[in-house]
């Protein structure tokens, strides 16, 4: 599973009041389309489906690919069916009694805390035939997956600009007793990306 980020300086994802479009460049999210285009899945919280609407979809300037599977972790089934997530080869994961929304197929998974737990979401997206995924958001579910231990790596976009401590973080609480016990990973590469910094990560 490959975590993407892209955030501000101080690695915050959005304002206090959720704006967030755009705090990385066209280049950034060039390369955010690439990466989309490399794996078989895109994986967002309902948060972010709802803060934002996204399509979630591969946009590669004179290039056909094929487009990945959608995946929203709604533990409430709060994706409207109007979501543009909603429409055509997606995949939400509940903890509730699955209903129809738009024409997305909607699975309910083991949530242990009253949310999908991130193994349990892996399994399904696998069978749905998926052997790669690509996390894009939000916070809760970067720190779902990093707790989890199941980030293989990290694709971190980084903008010049600082948000400060009340913008909304790209990691939520990770819930950690001794420092020992951090994820850790190791820096494969760095470059700029337009105006933008692209950090490369894998997993210690």
């Known amino acids: ?15 206090a ?25 895109i994986l967002v919280g309902v948060e ?19 487009q990945p599977l959608r995946v929203v972790l709604d533990s409430r089934l709060r994706t409207p069916a109007t979501a543009k997530v909603a429409q055509g080869d997606s995949l ?38 998926a ?11 970067a720190a779902s997956f990093l707790r989890a231990g199941l980030v293989d790596r990290i694709e971190w976009f980084r903008a010049p600009i600082l948000l400060g401590g009340e913008g909304r973080p790209c990691v939520a609480a990770l819930e950690l007793g001794r420092l020992a016990d951090a994820p850790r990973f190791r820096r494969l590469a760095v470059e700029p990306c337009g105006d933008d910094l692209w950090e490369r990560y894998e997993r210690l």
């Open 1 to 15: 599973m490959t975590l993407k980020l892209a955030t501000s300086l101080d690695g915050r994802i959005a304002t």
């Open 48 to 66: 972010t489906v709802l803060a934002d609407d996204p399509e979630l979809t591969v946009r590669l300037p004179g290039r056909l690919v094929d």
């Open 92 to 129: 939400i994961l509940t903890a509730a009694e699955p209903r129809a929304i738009g024409s997305a197929r909607v699975e309910r998974v083991d949530a242990p805390d009253g949310r999908p737990g991130p193994e349990a979401a892996l399994q399904a997206i696998r069978r749905a035939g």
């Open 17 to 41: 009041s959720g704006e967030s479009r755009w705090i990385t460049g066209e280049p950034a999210r060039l390369e955010g389309h690439r990466l989309r285009a490399a794996h078989d899945a």
């Open 131 to 141: 052997a790669s995924v690509l996390i894009e958001g939000g916070g809760q579910v």
